[in-house]
Structure formats: structure tokens, C-alpha cells
């Protein structure tokens, strides 16, 4: 056979691996003199890699996940109250073998998304089946969807290796429907011994309130605490952090909201009252916080001691030049 002849060959077998690679190979293996076996063994490796890779995209698509978080991209200096080593315990993925659950609940934007995340494609990595949901949106599609699409929307929640249930109760009471397929996810899940991750800000004693059902809480906790383990996140918000940040290279994009949430933060920090007056400073007069230092007495004050009704930026202070 020539080479067009085998990457036909190739092609008709479905060994795309292989066929992308075999001019490659072959010049590879003339231009060194490599043994055959060699040179063969180069091209299997090759489809394999191409196999592994294609299977790994085809599970990240199938999980749900909207992006691959990872551990490391956590700053815990930020906030050392989240139990970093029992986080990395669950990493391990152990209590996906064990079919346990894990359960993670503290104040929002403490980080508890971004570590269920992170299981989440770590199991992925590893070639287990993944499903994540945001519990609100997923519950209310549920909620209306027709009787045939919910039996396969369940069926498509038990089935995997781990699912993830991402902000429970965020939106705190949720319909009869999104807790009735909660017990029945929970309880089926239990019964083939399937790893449940949980996120929530909600603390467990209140659960019955937000189910609207005292006993169909009390059920739901019994299965997934059963074999579990449970963080709690406390500390400070990334979110709000984020946000602080922001401010500083685009003031202008806060809303009124926004400007709230980066305050009740400076508030947490030392220096608050000069970092308030900077932040509002910045945020109303649209000037960044290099272009207020370089302002001058006379830029801000007329000579009769008034306050100019407009500042003109020397060309040097200017955030354009």
C-alpha cells in the first residue's frame, strides 16, 4: 500500500489519530532510521491522545459546567476561614468511589460555587460523568416543563457519577415541583450509592421553611447527610473584592447597587473613612485616583476661595495622554 492508500485505510477504520500523524511519522522515521515498532508505537500513542482528548471535551460538555475552575485559582490568603484541607480532600474524589455526598454552606461569595466547580471538572479529568446545575434555574425548567421531558430530566440527574446542585434555595422558597424532584434526586441518588454535591447559603435548620415541608426536609437531610461531608464557608465575599477592584479601572461602570456592595466592603478594612471619601471622590467625578493626586489648589479653587463649577486637567494628568 502507498500512502494514500493507508491514510484511507486509516480513515475508514476511524483512526483519525493515527491518519492526522502519518506523514509526520513517516518522515520522522526515514530522516532518524527509527526501528518499526518504534515508529508504530509513536502513531498508537498519537490516537490514543487524540481519543483521550476527544472523550475529555465530550465529558466537559455533557457536565454543564460554563468554565474550568480549578483549586488553584482560589486566593485563600484572601480568606483564610474556608477549610482549605477538607477542600482538598474532596479533590482527591474519593467520595466519588465511596457514592458520598458533600454538602457546602456559608455566606455568599465565600467561594463555595468555585469549589464544587472545581470537583466538578477535576472528576471530569478523570473520566467520571458529570452533571451541574444552577438549583434555581434548573428547578423552575423543570417546574414547567411537560410530564415526559421531566421524567428524562430526572433520569439525566441520577444517572451521572456526580452531580453537582449549585445555590440551593437562592432564591429561598422554591416550588412544590423543584422539591418534589429534590427529594426524588436525593433518594435515588442515595439508593444507587451516587456522589451529591451541594452548595447553599442557606443553614440546614432552615430547610423546611423554604421546602414549604417540615417532614420533606427532614427526609431530604436524612439521605444526603448520611454519608456526607459538610463545610461551612464563613469570611469575607471574592465577589466583593472583585468588585473593589474593578472600581478602580472603571469607576464609571457602577451602578448604585454596585457602589453599595464595594462600601458595606471597605467597611471590613482598615482606613475606611479615607478610603471612603477616595472611592467617592473617584466614583462621582469620573477621575481616576492618579488623575485626583495630581490636582492642584488652584485647579479645584477660584481665587475668592469658591469652588470652580469646572476642572480642566493639565495635559500631563490627563488618563488620555
Not at 20 to 29: D, G, K, P, Y
Not at 275 to 288: I, Y
Request: aromatic share 8%; glycine share 4%; net charge positive.
Amino acid at each position: 500500500m502507498n500512502m494514500t492508500e493507508i491514510d484511507n485505510a486509516l480513515r475508514q477504520l476511524r483512526l483519525s489519530g493515527m491518519q492526522q500523524t502519518l506523514s509526520t511519522r513517516a518522515m520522522q522515521a526515514q530522516a532518524s532510521q527509527e526501528p518499526f515498532l518504534e515508529t508504530f508505537a509513536a502513531l498508537l500513542q498519537d490516537e490514543l491522545e487524540r481519543r483521550r482528548s476527544v472523550l475529555l471535551d465530550r465529558r466537559y460538555k455533557r457536565s454543564g459546567l460554563d468554565e474550568k475552575t480549578s483549586l488553584a485559582d482560589l486566593d485563600w490568603r484572601f480568606n483564610p476561614k474556608i477549610p482549605r484541607a477538607a477542600c482538598f480532600e474532596l479533590h482527591t474524589l474519593k467520595f466519588i468511589a465511596q457514592g458520598a455526598n458533600a454538602l457546602i454552606v456559608g455566606r455568599p461569595g465565600t467561594g463555595k460555587s468555585h469549589v464544587a466547580k472545581a470537583l466538578a471538572y477535576q472528576a471530569t479529568l478523570q473520566g467520571y460523568d458529570v452533571r451541574y446545575l444552577e438549583a434555581d434555574t434548573e428547578f423552575a425548567r423543570y417546574a414547567l416543563a411537560p410530564s415526559q421531558d421531566r421524567a428524562n430530566m430526572l433520569r439525566e440527574w441520577v444517572k451521572p457519577d456526580l452531580l453537582i446542585v449549585d445555590d440551593l434555595f437562592l432564591a429561598r422558597r422554591i416550588t412544590a415541583e423543584a422539591a418534589e424532584v429534590l427529594q426524588a434526586i436525593v433518594h435515588q441518588r442515595y439508593k444507587l450509592r451516587r456522589a451529591l454535591v451541594v452548595t447553599s447559603n442557606r443553614v440546614v435548620q432552615d430547610w423546611g421553611k423554604y421546602l414549604g415541608d417540615a417532614t420533606m426536609a427532614s427526609t431530604i437531610l436524612d439521605r444526603l447527610m448520611h454519608r456526607c461531608t459538610m463545610l461551612e464557608f464563613e469570611g469575607k465575599s471574592y465577589r466583593l473584592k472583585e468588585a473593589a477592584a474593578r472600581l478602580i479601572i472603571h469607576p464609571e461602570t457602577l451602578d448604585t447597587q454596585q457602589l453599595q456592595r464595594v462600601l458595606d466592603y471597605l467597611k471590613t478594612r482598615r482606613h475606611y473613612r479615607r478610603n471612603r471619601v477616595m472611592l467617592l471622590l473617584t466614583h462621582w467625578s469620573m477621575l481616576r485616583v492618579g488623575e485626583v493626586a495630581a490636582l492642584r489648589y488652584c485647579d479645584v479653587v477660584d481665587s475668592d476661595g469658591g469652588i470652580l463649577a469646572e476642572t480642566v486637567l493639565a495635559a500631563d494628568a490627563d488618563e488620555g495622554r
